[in-house]
């Protein structure tokens, strides 16, 4: 396990952080590889981020990235829930990314064809013989008041789950559906970015980096715990209960 945290003042400047790092880890596989695998995740704070990645239209390998995403509400693209409309607008259009680059959740389909879907393009795309998880270049994830991430709530079954690669979630507290990446794809990325903004989030982050190993009760324990190379980057509001999880709080630019 390799965690790392930095705290910055606000969520523009956590923003601005994430973006260099995952620019970064981008920029590592293209190096070695013809095209690099991004997926992003929704809800409100990926929007800074996502502005400080479109930034980068003209200079930087976009034309060899693809984009996949961590989850996904079960509503059209055109829905104002939708992580696919978030993203579309901020960053998609933005850096005007051909179709051919862009996997998204078909939200507009039912839960269980939706995530059957999923998996058949991850398959697809990362050529996946029998039993085998895709790895991801980079993973974007968030987390909730309750310390979920993706769609990945407290109490869910598929925390345990290690080999699936996608599925659907009855989210029973919001009375909706949703698809997510599950655990075993989330632990096989090779690098996996955090990021976090909010007094409401501070508990959650103290318990997820700092508490006892609980995650029925923390789920985004299982991915800060055992995934390969995690790094989370905070406001001062979600940080300030000083979770002392890390090596240093001096962001690595690129």
Known sequence: MSVQWYEQDNLETAAEAASHFILGRIADALSG???ATLALSGG?????LFAQLAATRYHFHWDRVHLFWADERCVPPDHADSNYRLARETLLDPLHLPASQ???IRGELRPDAAAQRYREDLQDFFRLEEGRL??????HLGLGPD???ASLFPGEPLLDDRSGIAAAVYVEKLNSWRVT?????LLAARHTVFLTAGEEKAEAVQAVLAGPYNP???PAQVITHHGRHVVWFLDHAAARREAQATTSNTVPRV
């Open 33 to 35: 590889q013809p095209s």
């Open 44 to 48: 409100a704070v990926p929007r800074a």
């Open 102 to 104: 862009i996997h998204r």
């Open 134 to 139: 895709p790895s991801f270049d980079v993973v």
């Open 147 to 149: 310390a979920h991430t």
């Open 181 to 185: 990446l599950l655990p075993g794809v």
């Open 216 to 218: 029925q009760r923390w």
